[in-house]
């Protein structure tokens, strides 16, 4: 399986991304980095947006394409609808829940099977969530160094409106909705992804 090993800050750099989106120093809301003053032309911008969105969900691109011709073929916006496929997926909601430091650390440990649907373990990190479904810690995990941290911190991560997250059950989360572009934890012109796959 392919893997998307660029280094954070040195890609948050170029990119223009704060490093908090990335959940790395997370108590910093500093710019990323002065950026170059080159005028760009219109391919480089479009390709820069897609690049950025690739970066912070770590998909690569056949997988990102794919993505794209799903919600090109839903009937909403392409733009909106791709943006919700991407924060459905199952590595992102355990970032979002703050079950993880990184999307990067929540995949690994989807993969490693830490979580459930429902009561049922799923071990892909690509699978998409739906409404009325639970995002739990399995109960072997719980006993996990790492798990067990989360709860002794109790340091209440507030999810997205689109997850219900209860203070006395930190180590779960219903989705209770689908998703927004209003729900992203950072600003993407998905207008211009769109504009590079219509070409």
Known sequence: MAKNMQPYLKRCRTLGISPSVMGVNKESNRN????????????????????????????????????YEKAA??????????????????D???????????????????????????GKRVNIPSYLVKVG???????????????????????????????????NAPLEGKIVAMPGREDLDFEVAVNLIVELYSK
């Open 73 to 90: 073929r839903m009937k909403g916006n392409t733009g909106d609808e791709l943006m919700t496929l991407l924060e459905r997926r199952l």
């Open 92 to 118: 992102n909601v355990v970032f979002r829940l703050g079950l993880a430091n990184t999307r990067r650390e929540a995949r690994q440990l989807v993969n490693h099977g830490h979580f459930t649907i429902n």
């Open 133 to 167: 479904e639970t995002v739990a810690v399995c109960e072997k995990s719980r006993s996990n160094a790492k798990f067990k941290k989360v709860v002794e911190d109790d340091k209440f991560v507030a999810a997205p409106k689109w997850i219900e997250k209860s203070k």
């Open 32 to 67: 990323p980095g002065p950026q170059r003053k080159s005028k760009k032309s219109e391919y480089a911008l479009q390709l820069n947006e897609k690049q950025k969105v690739k970066f912070i969900y770590g998909v690569l691109e056949k997988q990102f394409h794919s993505y």
